[in-house]
């Protein structure tokens, strides 16, 4: 994929698969030129871990199993716009699934609820509040969703999990199936993402890994 197709493709569908012919460590920069992208960045690795960990990872809470659609760092006040993640590890059967949310496909009253009602994000430190939607800004549009930890602050807000199931219900989902080094870039206000179950032990996946950079 071409730097013109990489763009292209993560303005019509959300996500790029990049093929970068470089070591680990000159993909941040490489991507940052192709965004023409100034915010900071910062990066971790993502592995498989037992649940009950005592974090608030979600792998803590879901162990190998699937993780729920989501948006990446969405209890910060500003989460990170673009995430690149590329797979370290040697075992390929555990996908992520991508799915871009449009506008166009969501319910009008479902979508006046994620712009209007107000919840809590309450991982890690301090709880921030925010709508689930966010649009109109020079910024372009921004949905917000970690179904484990959001919680409504009034009693009769709607069920904003059961509305991104909806919607996510009327959208395209892109499937992702990981082999060494693959790099998928997405714009982590557009996309929400999640996995698919794991097969095996906990010991026998230890060697599937992510690093994952956040582009701010």
């Given at each position: 994929?071409?730097?013109?197709d990489?763009?292209?493709?993560?303005r019509?569908?959300?996500?790029?698969?990049?093929d970068?012919?470089?070591?680990?460590?000159e993909?941040?920069?490489?991507?940052?030129?192709?965004?023409?992208?100034?915010?900071?960045?910062?990066?971790?690795?993502?592995?498989?871990?037992?649940?009950?960990?005592g974090?608030?990872?979600?792998?803590?809470v879901?162990?190998a199993?699937?993780?729920?659609?989501?948006?990446?760092?969405a209890?910060?006040?500003?989460?990170?716009?673009y995430?690149?993640?590329q797979?370290?590890g040697?075992?390929?059967?555990r996908?992520?699934?991508?799915?871009?949310?449009d506008?166009?496909?969501?319910?009008?009253?479902?979508?006046?609820?994620?712009?209007?009602q107000?919840?809590e994000?309450r991982?890690?430190?301090?709880?921030?509040?925010?709508?689930?939607?966010?649009?109109?800004?020079?910024?372009?549009?921004?949905?917000r969703l970690d179904p484990?930890?959001?919680?409504?602050?009034s009693?009769?807000?709607?069920d904003?999990?059961?509305i991104?199931?909806?919607?996510v219900?009327k959208?395209?989902?892109?499937?992702v199936?990981?082999?060494?080094?693959?790099?998928?870039?997405?714009?982590?206000?557009?996309?929400?993402?999640?996995?698919?179950?794991?097969?095996?032990?906990?010991?026998r996946?230890?060697?599937r890994?992510f690093?994952?950079t956040?582009?701010?």
């Open positions: 994929m071409t730097d013109l990489a763009l292209l493709s993560l019509s569908t959300g996500t790029a698969t990049l970068l012919d470089c070591p680990s460590e993909v941040v920069p490489k991507v940052r030129r192709l965004l023409s992208h100034g915010g900071r960045t910062r990066s971790d690795r993502i592995y498989l871990r037992e649940k009950g960990g974090t608030s990872h979600y792998s803590d879901f162990g199993g699937a993780f729920p659609f989501h948006t990446d760092f209890f910060e006040r500003r989460p990170p716009r995430v690149i993640l797979f370290s040697s075992e390929s059967d996908p992520t699934l991508f799915c871009k949310l506008l166009k496909t969501i319910d009008v009253d479902d979508r006046k609820a994620l712009r209007d107000v919840w994000f991982r890690p430190g301090p709880s921030m509040r925010a709508t689930l939607l966010r649009e109109g800004s020079a910024d372009g549009l921004m949905v484990v930890y959001m919680r409504p602050l009693r009769d807000a709607g904003g999990v059961a991104f199931a909806r919607w219900a959208s395209k989902i892109e499937v199936h990981w082999v060494p080094n693959k790099i998928v870039l997405f714009d982590n206000w557009r996309v929400v993402h999640a996995r698919g179950s794991a097969s095996g032990s906990i010991g996946l230890s060697n890994s690093v994952r956040l582009l701010y």
